[in-house]
């Protein structure tokens, strides 16, 4: 007997149901917001760094899924290597052999990583955390693991342990034995290594949330630290790792810098199959798997996938071929410059920050009365509700999607597509140049979508 499935035809006969049925059967507040900010829309198909509607007009991507779309949408060599995997009927997942793309994919993946040896294929970013979180308790024998304020490793319950935003964290306690440090604070951290049962430092090169990086010199004094209390550093590379910073990884941006762990992800699916990875030194893996009765003492049941293995080897593939990072270098130096020029031009605009196409444009209390009686009238209540309002127009009236960098922060975090190009970049400069020129006019649209936001903020207190 065939069965038969028309993926075509169902998405043809339901897919006008998109927003019905996430609110009736997934998260209803999802929905929700998107109504409440303009956000609804209906895209049709997508390419590279841009989406389309059903009328054909192009939307451009500077949020790629959160960093995942790094090569941006069906990049062409990834979509065959996926064609390629699916047609070979490979014995996948059998779990008593070794199958070669495992292999494969972690060999060109240490070769951009000097100075680590060893690979554990997951599926996500926060997997990624949490293997390096385990493997660093069981490789130092000490159960406490030290995080950086503000930082953002995961949703799942241990790498939630080290999340530093404690809206996420609320009411899903009791957490792992972590703590905070601030970002740069070499004495907090000696002071918590002192105690004698730090496993490692887990931080983002620089931080997702904010945009904000660490200080020139604090990761190799942090290494050093760490070292002489027998306690590991971990890079948690999964946004900011595979280019996005204008190197392979952001903390080679510091010489002498080598992690006994990294984690990595989103990016390396090349958009298509969830993939993260966790790597190590040798002695950190020997250690967790110090015997044959330790052989599955760590493993995911997916890890290590053909398709995301294919996805992977296709993704580094291109990076090499096309160039991938030296790219991200002069595109990002152009979209920073650029950026950083209007400064002087807009007293909203108090700093843009950021390495290679990772970059936060941050706004701050206006100087002339009238701004700034609008300015206090949003933060109080809600602080985030300005950099919303420059999301909004990005999207509804030039066709731009960008997002805010964290929950009240006045903050917009620019992650594209490791593939825009020059006309983008000037598309959304001067994009964001005109809702900068409506927002000091002092009227216009935005400042009445400031007051909808306000009403929202208040009913929902």
């Known amino acids: 007997m065939t069965t038969e499935f028309d993926l075509g035809a169902l998405l043809a006969e339901r897919g006008a149901e998109r927003y019905e049925l996430h609110a009736k059967h997934l998260n209803p507040q999802l929905p929700r917001m998107l109504h409440t900010i303009g956000f609804d829309k209906v895209y049709e198909r997508a390419e590279g760094a841009h989406f389309f509607d059903a009328d054909g007009n192009d939307y451009l991507d500077m949020l790629a899924g959160f960093g995942v779309m790094g090569l941006g949408r069906h990049h062409p060599v990834v979509r065959k290597?996926?064609?390629?995997?699916?047609?070979?009927?490979?014995?996948?997942?059998?779990?008593?052999?070794?199958?070669?793309?495992?292999?494969?994919l972690a060999e060109r993946l240490l070769a951009h990583s000097p100075h680590l040896d060893r690979v554990f294929f997951g599926n996500s970013g926060t997997e990624a955390v949490e293997t390096a979180l385990k493997f660093a308790r069981y490789a130092t024998g000490k159960p406490r693991v030290l995080y950086c304020d503000h930082a953002f490793h995961g949703l799942t319950t241990g790498s939630l342990s080290v999340?530093?935003?404690?809206?996420?964290?609320?009411?899903?306690?009791?957490?792992?034995?972590?703590?905070?440090?601030?970002?740069?604070?070499?004495?907090?951290?000696a002071r918590e290594l002192k105690k004698g049962d730090v496993a490692a430092l887990i931080v983002e090169p620089i931080q997702g949330k904010g945009v904000h990086e660490a200080p020139p010199?604090?990761?190799?004094?942090?290494?050093?630290?760490?070292?002489?209390?027998?306690?590991?550093?971990?890079?948690?590379?999964?946004?900011?790792?595979?280019?996005?910073?204008?190197?392979f990884y952001a903390y080679q941006h510091e010489d002498g810098?080598?992690?006994?762990?990294?984690?990595?992800a989103k990016a390396l699916s090349g958009g298509y199959v969830?993939?993260?990875?966790?790597?190590?030194k040798e002695w950190i893996f020997k250690k967790v798997y110090s015997s044959m009765d330790r052989v599955l003492v760590h493993s995911a049941s997916f890890g290590s996938n053909a398709q995301a293995m294919a996805c992977g080897l296709a993704v580094l593939s291109v990076m090499?071929?096309?160039?991938?990072?030296?790219?991200?270098?002069?595109?990002?130096?152009?979209?920073k410059s650029r950026l950083t020029a209007l400064i002087d031009r807009y007293e909203l605009l108090a700093d843009v920050?950021?390495?290679?196409?990772?970059?936060?444009?941050?706004?701050?209390?206006?100087?002339?009365?009238?701004?700034?009686g609008r300015w206090t009238m949003l933060q109080a209540a809600r602080k985030g509700l300005f950099a919303q309002m420059v999301v909004v127009p990005l999207l509804q009236k030039h066709r731009i999607l960008t997002q805010v960098s964290g929950d009240h922060l006045e903050v917009i975090k620019l992650i594209p597509p490791l593939v825009v190009d020059e006309a983008d970049v000037e598309?959304?400069?001067?994009?964001?140049?005109?809702v900068m020129d409506d927002a000091h006019s002092g009227g216009g649209l935005m400042w009445d979508f400031g007051k909808t936001l306000i009403k929202q903020a208040v009913a929902n207190r």
Do not use: W
């Open 81 to 104: 290597a996926l064609h390629d995997v699916l047609d070979l009927d490979l014995a996948d997942l059998t779990r008593f052999d070794c199958q070669p793309l495992p292999g494969l």
């Open 257 to 264: 810098v080598e992690p006994d762990l990294v984690c990595v």
């Open 353 to 372: 920050r950021g390495r290679g196409l990772m970059i936060g444009i941050e706004f701050g209390k206006p100087s002339s009365l009238k701004l700034r």
């Open 217 to 247: 010199g604090y990761l190799r004094a942090a290494q050093e630290l760490l070292h002489q209390h027998k306690a590991l550093l971990i890079a948690d590379e999964v946004q900011t790792g595979l280019g996005r910073t204008g190197d």
């Open 427 to 434: 598309r959304f400069v001067d994009a964001f140049t005109a």
């Open 274 to 280: 969830p993939v993260g990875a966790t790597l190590g």
């Open 163 to 189: 999340n530093g935003e404690d809206g996420f964290r609320d009411g899903f306690a009791p957490l792992l034995p972590d703590t905070a440090v601030p970002l740069g604070d070499l004495d907090a951290l």
């Open 320 to 335: 090499e071929n096309e160039q991938i990072v030296a790219g991200v270098r002069r595109t990002g130096e152009l979209l």
